[in-house]
């Protein structure tokens, strides 16, 4: 009797065991995070490019992450480091909001906006022109007014001191190179660099004379080109930080939350397919064969929020088909922390 008892206890113990191993081994499958995940595949070849994907959940840190680490060309995405840095020295009392910056004939750039538009470029800009500080930055961001953005990058100390922002703040993997004005010259494969006085008319006449297919080469060289590219890990981290430390004053940082949130542009990306009035604070980015959103989403509820960043490179589709797969990927992240908290 005494031997019966031991060898069932032995036989107890040995099942335990086995099972704690077997646990061990093959961990539980997560399988909404497999679903989503495979969910995102799909959305890749839907794009017609490369897809990057970072999302944050906030409060819990859990992540859904493809192509975190590779480059994608950020386009007008870039426009946050660049307020960021401009932000940090208008805390440090080097310029105010209220400060006024006159317009000049070479501040008017081509690309999105209106302030070229309206004061007639490439052709003559009367003088007497001048912006606050606080129109030029909700300009930049609010319809990714280029000119805006060149001034804007000027005042922040250039590319280098945006540059030396990011590496204090702890993020690696996201560059700013140029103005807009370099950036769309290299974009449509122009003879322009930044060593040269920029010349409104000359690009006017040489976009002119480009064809689709130069047009087509040098969009894809560009989307291969290191320059004003961010990981979508990185872009993730930056407004991470910018969303729960204080690295900015207060008021500057409520200032660029209130401006991204009011962004005007790309309400297909990622508010496209989200429950109506979900806010989103973000900024798009669109270029040749680039399109992108990056922001912060709010989940209902005591859900919390999001980090997200969506980037599609390489697309010869349209651009609402992009704008679609971005669209169809931030609802699919959204549902994915709302129902698996």
């Known amino acids: 009797m005494k031997y019966t008892f031991l060898f069932a206890t032995m036989i107890v113990v040995l099942g335990a065991t086995a099972q704690k191993s077997k646990s061990q081994a093959a ?11 495979q969910e995102i595949a799909r959305l ?6 490369v897809l990057g994907v970072s999302a944050i959940h906030v409060e819990s840190g859990k992540k859904i992450v493809q192509n975190g680490q590779l480059s994608f060309p950020m386009a007008s995405s870039y426009k946050v480091p ?10 440090s009392g080097k310029y105010s909001l209220d400060q006024l910056i006159e317009i000049k004939k070479e501040d008017l750039h081509p690309g999105s906006g209106m302030l070229s538009e309206r004061f007639n470029w490439p052709n003559s800009l009367k003088p007497g022109v001048a912006l606050s500080v606080r ?20 005042l922040a100390g250039g590319p280098s001191a945006v540059n030396a922002c990011m590496k204090r703040w702890g993020i690696q ?14 974009w449509l494969g122009l003879s322009f660099d930044g060593s040269q006085k920029w010349d409104p008319i000359l690009f006017d006449s040489l976009s002119k004379k480009l064809t689709p297919l130069q047009q087509k080469v040098s969009s894809k060289t560009f989307d291969g080109d290191i320059k004003d590219t961010s990981t979508p890990e990185a872009m993730s981290a930056l407004l991470l930080k910018l969303y729960t430390q204080p690295l900015l004053k207060p008021e500057s940082k409520i200032l660029l939350l209130d401006i991204m949130r009011r962004c005007e542009t790309g309400l297909t990306r990622l508010k496209g397919l989200l429950p109506k009035d979900t806010e989103v604070m973000h900024k798009t980015g669109t270029i040749g064969m680039t399109t992108n959103d990056a922001g912060i989403m709010t989940l209902p509820g005591d859900a919390g929020h999001v980090v997200i960043s969506v980037c599609v490179k390489f697309s010869e589709k349209d651009v609402p088909d992009r704008e679609r797969a971005i669209a169809e990927v931030a609802r699919a992240i959204h549902d994915y922390f709302v129902f698996n908290r």
């Open 173 to 186: 993997g996201l560059r700013v190179d140029r103005p807009t004005s370099i950036l769309i010259s290299d």
């Open 27 to 37: 961990p539980a499958v997560d399988l909404p995070k497999q679903r989503i995940e």
């Open 135 to 154: 129109s030029l930055m909700e300009l930049m961001l609010l319809i990714s007014d280029n000119s805006a953005t060149d001034v804007c990058l000027r």
């Open 44 to 49: 890749s070849t839907f794009s017609g490019g």
């Open 82 to 91: 660049i307020a960021i840095e401009l932000l940090t020295k208008i805390d």
